[in-house]
């Protein structure tokens, strides 16, 4: 079945970065476009971005657009989500998320997320 | 940037009963509207794909429907297990509601 496990979550001061990566299992990674999705504590669900199944294309939240990066290795099955001048309203927990297509689509199967703290 | 407002904000019932909970999109996002659940300390799970087809292994009394701007997500018989937080989404810019917490008395 479909597995993903997030790590690299860390506690890190304002301004600093972070990459953050998702390892996929159960399914073609390759034909399946990859989401970041995260969840600052006790609050909704925020969408960050999407990465084609190529790795060709790219969309991101506004509230991150300029400071994230989204990238992925096929060869590993792995995609990563590299954070830098990170801000304090940039904590929560990201999930990574399996697209339901090659491109743009909704998200059927999520991780357990990793925890990124910004604080000085 | 398409705007999700969900109602009602929270919601208590007592199980067996019926809930709709409805989401309102600020410009027409078709059909690409979906539900998912979340419960507490949990990973969010979809429920409802393309405004009204469950996805697989969903349970029958979860059903959604709607178009264009206006949406619902009606629970039937409902069960303790069904407290949760649920959250519409729309794949044309990707956007989430703010959520409907639903307790079970």
């Known amino acids: 079945q479909v597995h993903l496990v997030e790590s690299g979550g860390d506690v890190v001061q304002p301004g600093r970065s972070l990459r953050i990566s998702c390892a996929a299992s159960?399914?073609?990674?390759?034909?399946?476009?990859m989401h970041w999705v995260r969840q600052a504590p006790g609050k909704g669900l925020e969408w960050v971005t999407i990465?084609?199944?190529?790795?060709?294309?790219?969309d991101y939240a506004d509230s991150v657009k300029g400071r994230f990066t989204v990238s992925r290795d096929n060869s590993k099955d792995t995609v990563s989500l590299q954070m830098n001048d990170l801000k304090p309203e940039d904590t929560g927990v990201y999930y990574c998320?399996?697209?339901?297509?090659?491109?743009?689509?909704?998200?059927?199967?999520w991780g357990q997320g990793t925890l990124v703290i910004v604080s000085s | 940037e398409i705007v999700l407002t969900q109602s009602p904000d929270f919601q208590s019932v007592t199980p067996k009963e019926k809930i709709t909970i409805t989401c309102r999109a600020s410009?027409?996002?078709?059909?690409?509207l979906h539900w998912y659940q979340q419960k507490p300390g949990q990973t969010p799970k979809l429920l409802i794909s393309?405004?009204?087809q469950p996805f697989s292994g969903v349970s029958s009394r979860f059903s959604g429907s709607g178009s264009g701007t206006d949406f619902t997500l009606t629970i039937n018989g409902l069960e303790a297990e069904d407290a949760a937080t649920y959250y519409c989404?729309?794949?044309?810019?990707?956007?989430f509601g703010q959520g409907t917490r639903l307790d079970i008395k």
């Open positions: 393309y405004a009204s």
């Open positions: 990465i084609s199944f190529d790795g060709k294309s790219q």
């Open positions: 998320a399996k697209g339901l297509s090659s491109y743009w689509s909704l998200s059927d199967y």
């Open positions: 410009q027409s996002v078709g059909r690409s």
């Open positions: 989404h729309q794949s044309s810019t990707f956007t």
């Open positions: 159960g399914f073609s990674f390759s034909d399946y476009a």
